[in-house]
């Protein structure tokens, strides 16, 4: 148990052994002795472990059935578990799914479980956490090696197909299996919660009851052992961050979910990050921060940033209908009742508003009076559209006279035509 503790070593116990007892065993014997005691325990060598300097976690094979009262369906909950090894204090929960999400969020309940964070977290090699099992670089999901970079600890995943790597856990999962799930097992659980608060107070019981071989208890280890040794938690939780890639598209947004975000417009064609949380949208480029907005709720929005815009673009964005209706008025009232009618029947307003801004761009070309002029005419003839504008100034209709109203003539007598008086009398 002393070399459980940070720090301690056999030479120095030695060394204290022999403060006491200055004619005992000289440091070859002592260690002899140690060797012997400690195969009694196991005839496998054990692995000493260091006071807080590892959390071993791993999912339970056994699962909890949850019952849905609305449906009666069973689903099965899989049970985390993460275990201190020079304590063997035990922290097990049940969760939604294996998924990453489930995952990282297990990670942070066991470490505010423990108090503290230890130097290394050994998982096994789950598709959650790690993309690429092996033996000397395993490559880790971004959002775990980031969820441990917040708390500072390192990642070290078990070798593949090396159980001694987290012989701890290994044995924590029988345990929670056997004394946990196994004493639950003729209940029935109607939500996660009902089944949390059970193993929960299982969880309790197994850390409080005395070890067959060795004394004190799981908690009463923790205490002395672990429990000073652990380093503090950071002042806020970890929030949960999903990873992906996606390419730039010509508009200079990224889709998410169904949803369109804005990056600066060099980096149409370029490959980014995106780091997504419940709130936020972060955009990286060679991991350098480039964008980051409020996460949008439904399908089909765009989330863009004026300042990622083009300068034609922006020039574009900063016109408002209102502001249009005023620039309208400045050219004239044609000009006036043309765009204002624009605006109002087309079917969907950003119709409208690119129809309007065409306009602008044709008194840019033609100047205001033969604007107004053209406007006339196409109000006259009830054509309000872009197009209809656009045609009158190129063919200089614009500087053609109005048509005057109809005249009002006669209808021409024609033998062939019946008049009142034949409909009256009934016909010939």
Not at 109 to 119: N, Q, R, T, Y
Not at 187 to 199: E, G, P, Q, V, Y
Not at 312 to 324: D, G, I, M, V
């Given at each position: 148990?002393?070399?459980?503790r940070?720090?301690?070593?056999?030479?120095?116990?030695?060394w204290?052994?022999?403060?006491?007892?200055?004619d005992?065993?000289?440091?070859?014997?002592?260690?002899?002795?140690?060797?012997?005691?400690?195969?009694?325990?196991?005839?496998?060598?054990?692995?000493?472990?260091?006071?807080?300097?590892?959390?071993?976690?791993?999912?339970?094979?056994?699962?909890?059935?949850?019952?849905?009262?609305?449906?009666?369906?069973?689903?099965?909950?899989?049970?985390?578990?993460?275990?201190?090894?020079?304590?063997?204090?035990?922290?097990?929960?049940?969760?939604?799914?294996?998924?990453?999400?489930?995952?990282?969020?297990?990670?942070c309940?066991?470490?505010?479980?423990?108090?503290?964070?230890?130097?290394i977290?050994?998982?096994?090699?789950?598709?959650?956490?790690?993309?690429?099992?092996?033996?000397?670089?395993?490559?880790?999901?971004?959002?775990?090696?980031?969820?441990?970079?917040?708390?500072?600890?390192?990642?070290?995943?078990?070798?593949?197909?090396?159980?001694?790597?987290?012989?701890?856990?290994?044995?924590?999962?029988?345990?929670v299996?056997?004394?946990i799930?196994?004493?639950?097992?003729?209940?029935?659980?109607?939500?996660?919660?009902?089944?949390?608060?059970?193993?929960?107070?299982?969880?309790?019981?197994?850390?409080?009851?005395p070890?067959?071989?060795?004394?004190?208890?799981?908690?009463?280890?923790?205490?002395?052992?672990?429990?000073?040794?652990?380093?503090?938690?950071?002042?806020?939780?970890y929030?949960?961050?999903?990873?992906?890639?996606?390419?730039?598209?010509?508009?200079?947004?990224?889709?998410?979910?169904?949803?369109?975000?804005?990056?600066?417009?060099?980096?149409?064609?370029?490959?980014?990050?995106?780091?997504?949380?419940d709130?936020?949208?972060?955009?990286?480029?060679r991991?350098?921060?480039?964008?980051?907005?409020?996460?949008?709720?439904?399908?089909?929005?765009?989330?863009?940033?004026?300042?990622?815009?083009?300068?034609?673009?922006?020039?574009?964005?900063?016109?408002?209908?209102?502001?249009?209706?005023?620039?309208?008025?400045?050219?004239?009232?044609?000009?006036?009742?043309?765009?204002?009618?624009?605006?109002?029947?087309?079917?969907?307003?950003?119709?409208?508003?690119?129809?309007?801004?065409?306009?602008?761009?044709?008194?840019?070309?033609?100047?205001?009076?033969?604007l107004?002029?053209?406007?006339?005419?196409?109000?006259?003839?009830?054509?309000?559209?872009?197009?209809?504008?656009?045609?009158?100034?190129?063919?200089?209709?614009?500087q053609?006279?109005?048509?005057?109203?109809?005249?009002?003539?006669?209808?021409?007598?024609?033998?062939?035509?019946?008049?009142?008086?034949?409909?009256?009398?009934?016909?010939?």
């Open positions: 148990r002393e070399l459980a940070k720090g301690v070593t056999l030479q120095l116990l030695w204290e052994y022999k403060q006491n007892h200055p005992g065993l000289q440091y070859s014997q002592f260690c002899q002795r140690y060797r012997q005691w400690r195969s009694k325990l196991d005839v496998v060598l054990r692995q000493p472990h260091r006071a807080g300097e590892q959390m071993q976690v791993d999912f339970a094979g056994d699962t909890v059935p949850i019952h849905d009262r609305e449906t009666g369906e069973v689903w099965q909950a899989p049970i985390f578990v993460a275990v201190l090894p020079a304590s063997n204090y035990t922290f097990a929960k049940a969760y939604p799914a294996q998924d990453l999400r489930s995952w990282i969020k297990a990670h309940d066991a470490l505010e479980f423990f108090g503290g964070v230890p130097e977290i050994v998982p096994d090699n789950p598709k959650a956490g790690v993309t690429r099992a092996c033996r000397y670089e395993p490559d880790l999901n971004p959002a775990y090696q980031e969820m441990a970079a917040h708390y500072g600890a390192a990642v070290i995943p078990a070798r593949p197909r090396s159980p001694r790597d987290k012989a701890k856990v290994e044995n924590a999962v029988l345990v299996e056997r004394w799930l196994a004493a639950l097992r003729n209940h029935t659980f109607f939500s996660l919660h009902d089944a949390n608060r059970a193993i929960r107070e299982a969880v309790a019981r197994l850390n409080d009851r070890f067959q071989k060795l004394e004190g208890t799981r908690r009463s280890l923790y205490e002395t052992l672990d429990k000073p040794a652990l380093r503090p938690l950071p002042p806020q939780r929030e949960f961050a999903e990873w992906r890639k996606a390419k730039v598209n010509l508009d200079y947004h990224v889709e998410v979910d169904r949803n369109y975000y804005s990056v600066p417009y060099p980096l149409v064609g370029e490959t980014v990050d995106i780091r997504l949380t709130g936020l949208v972060e955009i990286l480029h991991g350098k921060r480039v964008a980051c907005h409020p996460r949008a709720t439904g399908r089909g929005r765009s989330v863009t940033q004026i300042q990622h815009m083009p300068a034609s673009h922006r020039r574009h964005r900063e016109w408002t209908p209102s502001k249009l209706r005023r620039w309208a008025e400045s050219v004239g009232p044609h000009t006036a009742q043309l765009v204002v009618t624009i605006l109002e029947e087309k079917p969907h307003p950003e119709q409208g508003f690119r129809s309007c801004l065409g306009i602008i761009h044709l008194a840019r070309k033609y100047g205001s009076d033969r107004e002029a053209a406007a006339a005419r196409a109000c006259a003839a009830r054509t309000f559209s872009y197009s209809s504008v656009k045609s009158i100034l190129a063919h200089n209709l614009d053609a006279p109005l048509p005057g109203p109809p005249d009002n003539q006669a209808t021409p007598v024609h033998p062939n035509l019946r008049g009142p008086d034949y409909y009256a009398g009934g016909g010939p």
